[in-house]
């Protein structure tokens, strides 16, 4: 049994849950949010608590046990405190601007990178060199960053790029000085 999934799932005052099988959907101060809940897992909603529990003992089943716990309590701090991910810009002459629905970064290429911004995710740039990418859903604010730090990657020689932060970069040491 899943140590993570045994443990219930409290749902604060401001956030209203309703589970028709299989939608579970939460909403909060926030926002809403919606998954499809596996069928390998049996979910129970009651005064305060969300419990989940393996419908049988395979191996599937266990494993979605705890992933649909994860899954739902991510759901509910969302809505409640939502996510957050913060980049660094490090590099001469890289910068970031925020726009209605798009950012733009200037990093060493040749044309600006425009990338588009989907709803539900606002995108924050703090004096030009820090992005902060924020929403309700934990996976598509975690998969906007890591568009975001795709465009330029941190490089192991000059630690030039995005990378997210607090990052460690491990750096390389260059060529040899020749005689």
Do not use: C, W
């Not at 028709?20 to 939460?26: L, R, S, Y």
């Not at 925020?98 to 600006?112: D, I, K, R």
């Amino acid at each position: 049994m899943s140590r993570i999934g045994k443990a219930p799932v409290t749902i604060p005052e401001k956030v209203k849950v309703s589970y028709a099988i299989p939608v579970m959907t939460v909403e909060g101060p926030k926002g809403s949010l919606q998954m499809t809940v596996s069928d390998l897992v049996s979910v129970d909603v009651d005064e305060g608590h969300i419990r989940v529990s393996a419908t049988s003992d395979h191996r599937k089943s266990r494993a979605m046990h705890g992933l649909m716990r994860t899954l739902i309590q991510n759901m509910v701090t969302g809505v409640t405190a939502g996510f957050t991910k913060t980049l660094e810009i490090q590099g001469v002459g890289y910068r970031a601007e925020a726009h209605e629905q798009a950012l733009t970064l200037n990093v060493g290429y040749s044309n600006p990178v425009v990338m588009p911004i989907p709803e539900g995710i606002t995108v924050e740039v703090e004096k030009n060199t820090i992005i902060h990418v924020r929403g309700i859903d934990k996976q598509q604010v975690g998969e906007i960053a890591a568009r975001i730090r795709r465009v330029r990657k941190p490089e192991p020689y000059r630690g030039k790029g995005i990378r997210y932060q607090g990052e460690e970069i491990r750096r390389k040491v260059g060529k040899a000085g020749g005689k």
